[in-house]
Nanobody
Framework: VQLQASGGGLVQAGESLKLSCAIS????????LGWFRQAPGKEREFVAA????????YYADSVKGRFTISKDNAKNAVNLLMNSLKPEDTAVYYC????????????????WGQGTLVTVSS
């Protein structure tokens, strides 16, 4: 499985942006597809995840209610719709896959796409 993230850009605070992660190959139903982000000088942090088979979703507290992760079966992709963006959401966003179904920790993810930069101006 290879992952390719896209959709980043420069937006103003309060605006929306949708990121997409194109997946080559078919993840196992037990796989988890997740989004992480890394701001300059900070560690990579969990943002959201979805179980490929069940579509159960998980969110970091900092984005709950603003971000929505979803699966696009037709395009074999995972999307992250980000609403009400804040300057503190500025980061490089990465999509990743966990074959073992782990959710929260970056170390538990096996494949990573290249990042896409999201910049939110105040």
């Amino acid at each position: 499985v290879q992952l390719q993230a896209s959709g980043g850009g420069l937006v103003q605070a309060g605006e929306s942006l949708k990121l997409s992660c194109a997946i080559s190959g078919r993840p196992f139903s037990s796989s988890v597809l997740g989004w992480f982000r890394q701001a300059p000088g900070k560690e990579r942090e969990f943002v959201a995840a979805i179980r490929w088979g069940s579509r159960n979703t998980y969110y970091a507290d900092s984005v709950k209610g603003r971000f929505t992760i979803s699966k696009d079966n037709a395009k074999n992709a995972v999307n992250l719709l980000m609403n009400s963006l804040k300057p503190e959401d500025t980061a490089v966003y990465y999509c990743a896959r966990s074959r073992r179904g782990s959710i929260w920790t970056a170390l538990e993810y096996d494949e990573w796409g290249q990042g896409t930069l999201v910049t939110v101006s105040s």
